[in-house]
């Protein structure tokens, strides 16, 4: 069974970077499939944030691009998310998930979740 | 950047048919954009129901269907059960990127 799981800190004060580790379980994060990140400001809807293939590839979202950075480190079976410059607005729950394969485009294995709050 | 479009809110009777539909300010959406749908509960992470406009997982109830209609990206549920109120978000993939839609807050009343 695939699984994921979020960690990091809860806390980051504003203007200093947010940074969150995504660990998965039961597959392979050097399969074909890419990996990605999501967030969610509280009460709000569904932000993808980028996605990340082992050899390296990465896809951003261009209004997030200049301040994020997305990587992957097989050895562990984990890939992090690095958003710098923080502010309020950069307050959500952040979600990892697996993306999508060469025949199957979905997130179909997501994490529980983990709120990020932005203090000034 | 593409905005992609759901309806906010829509209510449905218990073993009714709803349709939730998701546009694409880029035009049509067409079987290119790999249409995904996911539900999502009060508390919890979002779940994939449809992936490539119409496939589903082992785990998606029958009633839920997907399919293109009218240039649109569409969700069907059909014999509406009241565990199905929740928000729905569609996903397209389009230019290396993803988008997500606004989501569709369904009640089932």
């Known amino acids: 069974q695939v699984q994921l799981q979020e960690s990091g800190p809860g806390l980051v004060k504003s203007s200093e970077t947010l940074s969150l580790t995504c660990t998965v379980s039961?597959?392979?994060?050097?399969?074909?499939?890419?990996w990605g990140w999501i967030r969610q400001p509280p009460g709000k809807g569904l932000e993808w944030i980028g996605t990340?293939?082992?050899?390296?590839?990465?896809y951003y979202n261009p209004s997030l691009k200049s301040r994020v950075t997305i990587s992957v480190d097989t050895s562990k079976n984990q890939f992090s998310l690095k958003l710098n410059s923080v502010t309020a607005a950069d307050t959500a729950v952040y979600f990892c998930?697996?993306?999508?394969?060469?025949?199957?485009?979905?997130?179909?294995?997501w994490g529980q979740g983990t709120l990020v709050t932005v203090s000034s | 950047q593409t905005v992609v479009t759901q309806e906010p809110s829509l209510t449905v009777s218990p073993g009714g048919t709803v349709t939730l539909t998701c546009a694409s300010s880029?035009?049509?959406?067409?079987?290119?954009?790999?249409a995904c749908w996911f539900q999502q509960k009060p508390g919890q992470a979002p779940r994939s129901l449809i992936y490539?406009?119409?496939n589903k997982h082992s785990w998606t109830p029958a009633r839920f269907s997907g399919s293109l209609l009218g240039g649109k990206a569409a969700l069907t549920l059909s014999g509406v059960q009241p565990e199905d109120e929740a928000d729905y978000y569609c996903?397209?993939?389009?230019?290396?990127?993803?988008?997500f839609g606004g989501g569709t807050k369904l009640t089932v009343l």
């Open positions: 998930a697996r993306d999508h394969d060469a025949t199957i485009w979905t997130l179909d294995y």
């Open positions: 039961g597959y392979s994060i050097s399969s074909d499939h890419h």
């Open positions: 990340v293939h082992h050899s390296g590839s990465t």
């Open positions: 880029t035009g049509a959406v067409t079987s290119g954009y790999h």
């Open positions: 490539d406009t119409s």
């Open positions: 996903l397209l993939y389009h230019g290396g990127g993803q988008v």
